[in-house]
């Protein structure tokens, strides 16, 4: 069984920054494609950012593009998804999920096994 736990979540002002870690339990994380969505009570849950299982390729949401960043370590088993420049439209639960099929990532949610249980991120002044 692969469990992921996102940490590093909060209220942060607009404008500022946050830093999402999800660290996961699988030996072999190098064998998993990895991606950020996030969700509210309001919309479906939406597409941020994926990477590839050796970190050399990232894909990013329309609205994560140029404001997210998308980063791995094998060694540590943990992804983390930098969030700078939020807006109050970020707010949301961002979920970490665990791709064990496909090799590069994808948008496409179903692909995706394992999701870790959520860290709210609340951006609000």
């Known amino acids: 069984q692969v469990q992921l736990v996102e940490s590093g979540g909060g209220l942060v002002q607009p404008g500022g920054s946050l830093r999402l870690s999800c660290e996961v339990s699988?030996?072999?994380?190098?064998?998993?494609?990895m991606g950020w969505f996030r969700q509210t009570p309001e919309q479906e849950r939406e597409f941020v950012a994926a990477?590839?299982?050796?970190?050399?390729?990232?894909y990013y949401g329309g609205s994560a593009r140029g404001r997210f960043t998308i980063s791995r370590d094998n060694a540590k088993n943990t992804v983390w998804l930098q969030v700078n420049s939020l807006e109050p439209e970020d707010t949301a639960v961002y979920y970490c999920?665990?791709?064990?099929?496909?090799?590069?990532?994808?948008?496409?949610?179903?692909?995706?096994?394992?999701w870790g249980q959520g860290t709210q991120v609340t951006v609000s002044s």
């Open positions: 999920a665990a791709d064990p099929t496909t090799a590069s990532g994808n948008s496409y949610a179903p692909d995706y096994e394992y």
């Open positions: 699988r030996r072999t994380f190098s064998g998993l494609a």
């Open positions: 990477i590839s299982r050796n970190g050399g390729t990232a």
